[in-house]
């Protein structure tokens, strides 16, 4: 299997996900990031550069960036500019980041200290949204702020571990709302009632990228995040298929007919487990060959070729989301409603992160 041609004739092809700076872009950004540092494959940072030079201003202002909607999934892209100043020094991406953390400064809060997930989910606490601004929020701290609010990093995810776990399943419910009166909502809880596999995948994610920009010397901080990423590991392995090593859409059930091992949270947990182990706050005995084969088995069951003989990667869960309103209900039938796609960004880049990890671990053998 090719993987290195599908990925270089999909980055050849690729066009913006949306006309606005979006998050799905910066999947795929994160993911030649990742894929550069690994394999020193300048194919890589120049995509990423194109993309960023493309966008970006030379005052640092992305006018492209929906400022008014408040949305946290507008700060994934911009963790890519950290990559773009370290590259060049040059004072664009420093304005550039700044411009991001501003973002994040004015976004609305609820009552609790999280940040919303976007301005018409108010009151709400998405799994999604702690990929999405925390690593940002902490790389801006460990380059520029001296870690001077570090406690609110943490206090978010606490808030996570709080009101969105649930101890008898090891897993983090999809959403929370912090008022109590969207359809979807446990009206005692606040929590979305199922358990989405990509949602964990970005928490898993989350976690293990601010581990990565924190350090040991942050003493609590840092020990509070390792021991919420450990737990939600250990709950997640729990739900393993046995055959593939893969994770199911719903991912807790498995024995609903029409449920299917979905690839952008697997490459998700591949990432998350690799990456734990690389970092030294998984045991390699017990994970390190577990994220292998989670990879591997992506590489074999999920690219599959076209009748003109070109790779692509399947099964990815086109969107999956809560509300507005009485759509989308969170209910199990919801989730494997949602369209299943070949080559979104939101699977592809995930997959090209997981690879970066793979190869890192491959290459220390």
Same mark, same amino acid.
């Given at each position: 299997?090719?993987?290195?041609?599908?990925?270089?004739?999909?980055?050849?092809?690729?066009?913006?996900?949306?006309?606005?700076?979006?998050?799905?872009?910066?999947?795929?950004?994160?993911?030649?990031?990742?894929?550069?540092?690994?394999?020193?494959?300048?194919?890589?940072?120049?995509?990423?550069?194109?993309?960023?030079?493309?966008?970006?201003?030379?005052?640092?202002?992305?006018?492209?960036?929906?400022?008014?909607?408040?949305?946290?999934?507008?700060?994934?892209?911009?963790?890519?500019?950290? !990559?773009?100043?370290?590259?060049?020094?040059?004072?664009?991406?420093?304005?550039?980041?700044?411009?991001?953390? /501003?973002?994040?400064?004015?976004?609305?809060?609820?009552?609790?200290?999280? !940040?919303?997930?976007?301005?018409?989910?108010?009151?709400?606490?998405?799994?999604?949204?702690?990929?999405?601004?925390?690593?940002?929020?902490?790389?801006?701290?460990?380059?520029?702020?001296?870690?001077?609010?570090?406690?609110?990093?943490?206090?978010?995810?606490?808030?996570?571990?709080?009101?969105?776990?649930?101890?008898?399943?090891?897993?983090?419910?999809?959403?929370?709302? /912090?008022?109590?009166?969207?359809?979807?909502?446990?009206?005692?809880?606040?929590?979305?009632?199922? !358990?989405?596999?990509?949602?964990?995948?970005?928490?898993?994610?989350?976690?293990?990228?601010?581990?990565?920009?924190?350090?040991?010397?942050?003493?609590?901080?840092?020990?509070?995040?390792?021991?919420? !990423?450990?737990?939600?590991?250990?709950?997640?392995?729990?739900?393993?298929?046995?055959?593939?090593?893969?994770?199911?859409?719903?991912?807790?059930?498995?024995?609903?007919?029409?449920?299917?091992?979905?690839?952008?949270?697997?490459?998700?947990?591949?990432?998350?487990?690799?990456?734990?182990?690389?970092?030294?706050?998984?045991?390699?005995?017990?994970?390190?060959?577990?994220?292998?084969?989670?990879?591997?088995?992506?590489?074999?069951?999920?690219?599959?070729?076209?009748?003109?003989?070109?790779?692509?990667?399947?099964?990815?869960?086109?969107?999956?989301?809560?509300?507005?309103?009485?759509?989308?209900?969170?209910?199990?039938?919801?989730?494997?409603?949602?369209?299943?796609?070949?080559?979104?960004?939101?699977?592809?880049?995930?997959?090209?992160?997981?690879?970066?990890?793979?190869?890192?671990?491959?290459?220390?053998?």
């Amino acid at each position: 299997m090719n993987t290195d041609a599908f990925l270089k004739d999909y980055l050849s092809d690729y066009r913006p996900y949306k006309t606005y700076w979006n998050y799905e872009d910066g999947c795929v950004l994160i993911g030649c990031i990742d894929l550069y540092l690994a394999t020193g494959d300048e194919a890589y940072r120049d995509f990423v550069m194109r993309y960023l030079n493309t966008y970006v201003a030379e005052d640092g202002t992305i006018p492209n960036y929906e400022t008014g909607k408040f949305n946290i999934d507008s700060i994934n892209c911009g963790k890519a500019l950290f !990559f773009a100043w370290t590259q060049t020094k040059e004072e664009k991406w420093q304005r550039a980041i700044a411009f991001h953390m /501003e973002r994040l400064r004015q976004h609305p809060r609820c009552a609790c200290g999280n !940040f919303w997930h976007k301005q018409n989910y108010p009151n709400q606490i998405w799994l999604d949204g702690l990929y999405m601004a925390q690593p940002f929020y902490m790389a801006y701290e460990k380059l520029f702020d001296k870690y001077a609010h570090v406690q609110d990093i943490t206090d978010q995810f606490r808030n996570v571990r709080r009101f969105l776990y649930q101890p008898e399943k090891g897993l983090s419910y999809h959403a929370f709302d /912090e008022a109590r009166i969207q359809p979807w909502c446990n009206r005692e809880t606040g929590c979305s009632p199922n !358990f989405w596999l990509r949602s964990m995948g970005w928490y898993l994610m989350a976690l293990i990228d601010c581990i990565d920009l924190s350090n040991e010397q942050l003493f609590e901080h840092y020990k509070a995040l390792v021991d919420i !990423f450990r737990e939600s590991i250990l709950g997640i392995m729990r739900y393993q298929e046995p055959r593939t090593g893969l994770f199911y859409q719903v991912i807790d059930r498995g024995d609903v007919k029409d449920n299917y091992l979905e690839t952008s949270g697997s490459a998700m947990v591949a990432y998350a487990l690799l990456k734990g182990v690389r970092l030294g706050v998984l045991d390699p005995e017990t994970y390190a060959e577990e994220g292998k084969r989670v990879y591997r088995s992506l590489e074999a069951n999920k690219l599959h070729t076209d009748g003109e003989g070109r790779l692509h990667l399947g099964d990815i869960c086109a969107v999956a989301g809560l509300g507005p309103g009485e759509k989308r209900d969170g209910s199990v039938a919801y989730y494997l409603s949602e369209p299943r796609v070949d080559d979104d960004s939101k699977g592809v880049g995930p997959f090209m992160m997981a690879r970066s990890e793979y190869l890192l671990a491959t290459k220390a053998e």
